[in-house]
């Protein structure tokens, strides 16, 4: 049930930042990330991954591009 939530949530918020007003940029950043957090503290870190990477892929150089980048850092030393 929260691995279909996760994807519900993320399939939502890429139709959404084709349409959404540049002011609602910072926004969408903050709700990937907050995302990809939780699919991490449920322990699907193929999703979070996912999740980060679409953060710096769609965000670059913003406060949670560099979250993100930070988390994957974190994620990969826990290997």
Do not use: V, W
Not at 25 to 31: C, I, L, P, S, W
């Amino acid at each position: 049930m929260k691995h279909k939530l996760l994807i519900a949530l993320t399939l939502m918020l890429s139709l959404c930042l084709t349409g959404c007003p540049e002011s609602s940029f910072t926004d969408m950043g903050k709700h990937l990330y907050e995302t990809a957090k939780m699919a991490e503290l449920e322990e699907d870190d193929e999703q979070a991954r996912k999740l980060y990477q679409e953060i710096l892929d769609k965000f670059p150089g913003t406060h949670y591009a560099e979250l993100a980048k930070t988390r994957l850092k974190a994620m990969d030393q826990q290997k």
